[in-house]
């Protein structure tokens, strides 16, 4: 495509203002050609200045692309994430030509090509002056080939030992519960997006980096979410000294602290005085950038910073793999606030002087606990003061450290009083276990070579245990849930949508429960009233429709009148439908009596009694409604007069 622009003479509009009448141009002939045109410098008509004339020549045609497929980048320098057709590939494309320094840009734009072709083609259009006041517009194709290379970055993490800066996370504890919600957080903050590799350790995750400062920013993040401790150490790879420079490994290896939530704790002397003379021996609240611990005998709650923690370094006295089930069998209030019409909630208002130093989740309580391998067994119980006076009842499950039945030499050295047991939290022991709708994402990482030694085997047992216990955790403390993401299992919701489709409860409205006595009524009814020539058709009614009919039927049988004369009586029918419902207690006599015997010994004791017209017990009728008894009264008015006692609200 070419377009020609020429500017030869004086324009009319400027020869008006300037007193010069326009002149009119005549036709000459192509020089080439012959072909008639209007005049110009060239003496050539547009055809033949495009074919003698190239203006896009020293223009490259053709030129390649190098990409990153690992990463999905491509090579400017440097390598930059751009997407297809976009305007940041445009201009990449644009500065991989050559002479387009020389002419003018009109335009620029993408023609479609296959995606797996492996081509970029992109139409230009340019303009160039070709000969004095000619100017020529011309539009060509440039076709750029995408080439696979692999960047430095990926190479390198390919390549082993190519990384300058490693990060080494350790928790030297039995259980490694912060190490998971420390790689929780990372994931959820993308804390390791520059990490090259990250390897999984035995007592913790290694992560490996390009640059020095990159390692540093990932122990900056895990410093301010729990207390650490950081040795910095670095080996000389290789030197220059003509230039004098210098290469060098460095790592980082950060210690979390070996404490962790619910963990019982001995203090040393100064640190107990330190916060107020508290008692040595405390439990441990909350681990976070400050570590909170409670006084197992006044309940109250004191904060250690990280650097007053590892000047003195202290570990746990017992964990939670220690922990013993007790029940609780009485719980005893320090000050009864229902005397004064006060719920248990307004406790924390109303607290007094001594307790100021007390958390606001905090409510004081005494419990009288009993170890469950001995309940009913002995009488052996321990009275002991917990924290959890707002969700404990009596004869629910608690978890604490039984220290009378442990053999610890460090109590020796506490001088104050030890309780026998601390309580810890709240079990539940019949929950059952479901199949979690949630998951938890893991950072990708390379795992250990798994041997077949009955070590490591019992190891991975261990560890699946504990990644269990931290699941159950994350399902009762929201607070913990706060700080980490949560994902859908699609697995799990298949598999129970599936289910609930093999059963067919999705669009089936729930019947009503019916007793055993309530079908053996329906069948009585079919049985009677059943017309040999018309089936009966049942209908679907809800609960509520079954209800009011229910109701309407009891008041018409209750307002009915006795027939003059007839053959069988009603009121005889209605008492066998009802007996048929009815759990009969005959004493000593047989339970599988039959219904005909029942209602024949029945029938006899009323007449019996129409005869002495002295109470005596017919028979002890046990109802499962009250409504059975309404209807049973409703029928016996009419023809005796009867006494009902109750023995209780649900029985009678």
Known sequence: EVKMEMEVGIPSAEGEKMGIAPQETGMVLCCICGVAMPPNPASMCMQCMASKIDITEGITKQASLHYCKNCDRYLRP???????????LLSLCLKKIKGLNR???IDAGFVWTEPHSKRIKIKLTIQKEALTNIHLQQSFVVEFIVEYMQCVDCRK????????????LRQKAEHRKNIMILEQIILKHNAHDKALNVKEMHEGIDFYFQSRSHALMLTEFISGIIPTKVKPAKQLISQDDRNNTYNYKYTFCVEVAPISKEDLIVLPKKVAKELGGINPMVLCMKVANMIQLMDVMTLKISSIDPAAYWKYGFKALCSRNRLTQFIVVNIEYEEDYTKFGESRLSKKSNRSSSDAGLSEKISPVMLELQRVRDYGENSETFFVK?????????LDYVLGYDIDSMAIGDLDDIKGEVPDVVVVRKFYPQRKKKRRIWRLKHIQKEKLKETGNEKNKKMSDADDKKYEEFLNE???????????????????ISQLTSQMETLNVENKPKEPEKHQGDLIKEETKEQIFKEPNKPRKAKKLSRKQLKEK?????????????PESTD????DIKLEELLGDLKIDEGKEEEDTENDTIIQEFMQRLQLQEESKEPQIIKKCIFDSREQ???????????ITFIITSNGRKSL
């Open 157 to 168: 993490s390919f390549t082993p030992h190519t990384w300058i800066a490693a990060v080494q």
């Open 550 to 562: 229910k109701k309407e039927e009891k008041r018409k049988q209750a307002t009915e009148k006795l």
């Open 78 to 88: 440097p390598w930059v994430k751009v997407e297809l057709e976009s305007t940041q």
């Open 629 to 639: 008894v309404a209807y049973f009264r409703c029928l016996l008015r009419k023809t």
């Open 386 to 394: 917990s924290h959890l006076g707002d969700i404990l009842n009596p």
């Open 474 to 492: 994350i399902e009762t403390d929201p607070e913990l849930r706060s700080q980490i993401n949560l994902y859908r299992d699609e697995e799990a």
């Open 103 to 105: 002419v003018k840009l």
């Open 568 to 571: 069988d009586d009603p009121y």
